[in-house]
């Protein structure tokens, strides 16, 4: 598709430069904290031309394009797709993950961030298709309860987006294991749903360690409560 970047407004180009910048250096993290491997995974972020306002008319996302290493990837290579999916400026394809996160950001305003990795503990738990049970009090910080498990979906259309939004939409989970293919977050923008998806790891390799050794203990939902919104509402306040 010709680019049509050039149609939008100064002000929507300038926030599309701001957001590539953020894309690509949030990339770096997911190879850092072992969640990828070759050119698996993804980072996406809502383009917000005034963050007062929140989303705008001129809806775009930033995301990786299609099949590019990590060391290759640089602000320029970027992205930027419309909240259909369509490519609107960049030299390569789009993720193939771009009509989830697509679907996600239609459906769910309030997120700004879609991360998508196969990090091997969390996915490992998707394979099972069990959710991460909430027994550790970072976990009822982070996650409010238990990751949970989302619908198996074909990659290529936004059957993997349907079943995030169903599956996070009244949830106080960030994160959903999609069944037999592995982690999504989400976040109010893509530094959240990274850190997101480097905490949803390590909860699932802790709590599976736990389990080698017997069955971990419940946390009462009392207390997963009240650990949650202390870490959301007064923890670093």
């Not at 969390?122 to 009822?140: H, N, Y």
């Not at 069944?179 to 390799?205: Q, S």
């Amino acid at each position: 598709m010709t680019a049509q970047l050039d149609t939008y407004p100064q002000a929507v180009r300038d926030a599309v430069a701001r957001t590539r910048e953020v894309v690509s250096a949030l990339h770096a993290e997911l190879p850092r904290w072992g969640l990828v491997v070759w050119t698996a995974g993804n980072v996406s972020q809502r383009v917000v031309v005034d963050p007062a306002a929140g989303p705008g008319e001129h809806d775009l996302l930033v995301i990786k394009p299609s099949g590019v290493t990590y060391d290759e990837l640089t602000p320029e290579a970027m992205v930027v797709c419309d909240l259909d999916g369509e490519l609107v400026d960049g030299e390569r394809s789009p993720s193939s993950d771009t009509a989830a996160h697509a679907y996600v950001y239609r459906n769910m305003p309030e997120v700004g961030g879609v991360v998508h990795t196969h990090s091997t503990y969390a996915t490992a738990w998707a394979a099972r298709g069990e959710e991460v049970p909430c027994v550790l009090t970072m976990m009822a910080d982070e996650f409010g309860g238990p990751i949970p498990i989302g619908p198996f979906a074909l990659i290529g259309d936004d059957s993997i987006g349907r079943g995030i939004v169903e599956t996070l939409r009244g949830s106080r989970s960030p994160a959903v294991l999609m069944r037999n293919h592995g982690p999504f977050t989400i976040g109010k923008d893509a530094k959240a749903a990274v850190k997101a998806a480097v905490m949803c790891e390590e909860v699932a390799r802790t709590i599976h360690v736990a389990r080698q050794l017997g069955e971990p203990l419940p946390i009462a939902q009392a207390d997963v409560d009240s650990l949650y919104d202390r870490y959301q509402n007064v923890y670093g306040r």
